[in-house]
C-alpha cells in the first residue's frame, strides 16, 4: 500500500474526481463545545458535486458530499487554518491531496475561526494542538463510515497560526518572554491585532504557553508561513526528529518576521525551506469571485484576495499543494 501511495502522489496533475466529503463535529475533553471537523477523501463518485466555501467573497472548491470512500487504507494529513480563518476555505489544498490518495481532515479551531475569533483565545495556542491530538483519538476510536485512515502514517499542515500548530505538535516550544518582546517591538501580522483587541500578554499562561506538547504519532510536518517565528526555543527545535517542511510565501525580502522560517530552518534537524515567489501571506486563502475582489478592495481592509505580482492565485496555489505532495511522499510512503 505504501507503494501505491507514492505513485498516486507523485502522480500530482489536475483532478481527476472530486473528493468526498463530510463535515461533523466530534466532542472533545479539552473545550466545552463540540469541534468542528471537515473530511475529504478519495471516491470515484462524481455526482452531485457541490461547492464548498463557496460565497459572495470565495469562489469555494468542488466536493462530493457524503460521498461512498474507496475503502483503501490511506495516510492521514490533519490540516490546521490560520488565525481567524476556517477549514472550508482551504479545500482547494484538501482537494489536490485526496486527488493523490490522501484523507484529509481539517478542523475550525474555536476561538481563532472566522467568526469565532478572539485575541484572547489566539494567545491560548495549545487549544489547537489539543484539537489535532483529538482528532487522531476520534479517527482511531470512530471513524467515519467507510473510512479507513492509516495512523501509522501520519502528517501535519498548518498556515499562519496553523503553521506554529504543526510545529508545535512536532516538539517546538515557545518563550512567552520572547513573544512580548517580539511584539513589544514590531507591529506585524498578529502583534497589532492582538494590541487592538485588548489581549494582555503578559496575562499568558506560561506553564501552557511554552508547554511541549509534541504528539509521537506525526510523521511528517509543513508549516506555511508559520507565526511565532521569533518566539521559537532553539532547544525545542534541535530536538524535532520528524521531517520538516518550511513554505514562505514570498520573496526572502517580503516575508513579515514574524512569520518568516529562516530564523528557524537552520535550526531544525534536516528541515526544507522553501520560497513561494510572486506570493504573499494572504495567496494561502482560497481564490476570490469578482464581487470578491470588489467588495474587499474597496472595504480596506486586509487585501485578503489580491496578490503580489502578476502570477494568479491559482497558479501559486499549484506550486504549494505540488511541494507537500512531494514532500508527503518522501516521508509517509516509506
Same mark, same amino acid.
Given at each position: 500500500m505504501k507503494l501505491g501511495f507514492a505513485v498516486?502522489?507523485?502522480?500530482?496533475? %489536475?483532478?481527476?474526481?472530486?473528493?468526498?466529503?463530510?463535515?461533523?463535529?466530534?466532542? %472533545?475533553? &479539552?473545550?466545552?463545545?463540540?469541534?468542528?471537523? &471537515?473530511?475529504?477523501?478519495?471516491? +470515484?463518485?462524481?455526482?452531485?458535486?457541490?461547492?464548498?466555501?463557496?460565497?459572495?467573497?470565495?469562489?469555494?472548491?468542488?466536493?462530493?458530499?457524503?460521498?461512498?470512500? *474507496?475503502?483503501?487504507?490511506?495516510?492521514?494529513? @490533519?490540516?490546521? &487554518?490560520?488565525?481567524?480563518?476556517?477549514?472550508? =476555505? /482551504?479545500?482547494? /489544498?484538501? =482537494?489536490?491531496?485526496? +486527488?493523490?490518495? %490522501?484523507? %484529509?481532515?481539517?478542523? =475550525?479551531?474555536?476561538?481563532?475561526?472566522?467568526?469565532?475569533?478572539?485575541?484572547?483565545?489566539?494567545?491560548?495556542?495549545?487549544?489547537?494542538?489539543?484539537? /489535532?491530538?483529538?482528532?487522531? +483519538?476520534? @479517527?482511531?476510536?470512530?471513524?467515519?463510515?467507510? /473510512?479507513?485512515?492509516? *495512523?501509522?502514517?501520519?502528517?501535519?499542515?498548518?498556515?499562519?497560526?496553523?503553521? &506554529?500548530?504543526?510545529?508545535?505538535?512536532?516538539?517546538?516550544?515557545?518563550?512567552?518572554?520572547?513573544?512580548?518582546?517580539?511584539?513589544?517591538? =514590531?507591529?506585524?501580522?498578529?502583534?497589532q491585532w492582538l494590541a487592538d483587541g485588548g489581549a494582555d500578554l503578559t496575562a499568558i499562561d506560561a506553564t501552557r504557553y511554552e508547554a511541549d506538547d509534541r504528539d509521537a504519532r506525526i510523521e511528517a510536518v509543513i508549516a506555511v508561513d508559520p507565526a511565532l517565528a521569533q518566539a521559537y526555543t532553539a532547544e525545542s527545535l534541535g530536538r524535532i526528529d520528524v521531517p520538516v517542511l518550511l513554505i514562505n510565501l514570498g520573496d526572502p525580502e517580503t516575508i513579515p518576521a514574524g512569520v518568516d522560517a529562516a530564523a528557524i530552518a537552520p535550526t531544525i534537524p534536516g528541515a526544507r525551506h522553501l520560497y513561494v515567489s510572486g506570493a504573499s501571506h494572504f495567496s494561502f486563502l482560497g481564490r476570490c469571485t469578482w464581487l470578491g475582489w470588489a467588495v474587499v478592495g474597496l472595504s480596506g481592509e486586509d487585501p485578503i484576495c489580491a496578490d503580489p505580482g502578476p502570477r494568479a492565485r491559482a497558479d501559486i496555489q499549484a506550486e504549494i499543494a505540488t511541494a507537500a505532495g512531494a514532500f508527503l511522499s518522501d516521508v509517509l510512503a516509506r
Open positions: 498516486l502522489i507523485l502522480a500530482g496533475g %489536475v483532478a481527476q474526481a472530486q473528493p468526498g466529503h463530510i463535515a461533523t463535529e466530534i466532542d %472533545v475533553a &479539552h473545550r466545552d463545545v463540540p469541534l468542528p471537523v &471537515h473530511v475529504w477523501y478519495p471516491t +470515484d463518485q462524481r455526482d452531485p458535486v457541490t461547492r464548498l466555501g463557496g460565497n459572495a467573497v470565495f469562489v469555494g472548491a468542488p466536493v462530493v458530499e457524503d460521498a461512498q470512500s *474507496l475503502g483503501d487504507p490511506a495516510p492521514v494529513v @490533519l490540516v490546521s &487554518h490560520g488565525s481567524g480563518g476556517n477549514a472550508a =476555505n /482551504l479545500g482547494w /489544498l484538501a =482537494n489536490a491531496l485526496t +486527488d493523490r490518495g %490522501v484523507i %484529509v481532515v481539517a478542523p =475550525n479551531h474555536p476561538g481563532t475561526t472566522s467568526g469565532d475569533s478572539l485575541p484572547q483565545r489566539t494567545v491560548m495556542p495549545w487549544e489547537r494542538a489539543d484539537d /489535532l491530538g483529538a482528532i487522531l +483519538d476520534w @479517527l482511531k476510536r470512530a471513524p467515519p463510515e467507510g /473510512l479507513s485512515p492509516d *495512523l501509522d502514517r501520519v502528517g501535519v499542515l498548518g498556515f499562519s497560526l496553523g503553521g &506554529h500548530t504543526a510545529l508545535r505538535v512536532a516538539g517546538a516550544r515557545v518563550s512567552k518572554s520572547a513573544f512580548i518582546a517580539y511584539c513589544e517591538g =514590531n507591529i506585524g501580522l498578529e502583534c
